[in-house]
């Protein structure tokens, strides 16, 4: 049942900060992904020239590391989110679980990116 006598102006606010922390870290994320996939491709044309490919490259755990940044971004933007509604009364919120499915894809993107730079590094 939705609390038509608070405002739902300062919820609405906070969800849009979430929205934007959890923005910016899937684009830093997917910059990183292409950071360190462009190390791949470099070595894919090296090889189809005939040059010698190199082993190493930092391509790799720079993009890493971009990816882990952005997993910190989404948590810490989720983290404070959590922190935030739970200062807020129930009379303010605009439906009794209206802070769940924000809580759920701002985890779920972590564990999604947390993942992503396992894959990378392996």
Request: hydrophobic residues 55%.
């Amino acid at each position: 049942m939705l609390n038509t006598e608070a405002d739902p102006r300062v919820y609405f606010a906070a969800e849009r900060t979430l929205l934007a922390w959890i923005r910016t870290g899937i684009t830093i994320m997917a910059f990183g992904f292409v950071v360190a996939r462009f190390g791949l491709f470099l070595r894919l044309l090296r090889a189809e020239e005939g040059q010698p490919v190199p082993t190493g490259g930092v391509s790799l755990y720079l993009g890493s590391a971009l990816v882990l940044i952005g997993v910190v971004a989404i948590s810490a933007g989720t983290k404070r989110y959590r922190e935030f509604c739970r200062l807020l009364t129930r009379s303010s919120l605009p439906s009794p679980h209206a802070e769940v499915l924000p809580l759920v894809l701002g985890w779920s993107l972590a564990v999604l990116g947390a993942a992503l730079v396992a894959i990378l590094l392996t």
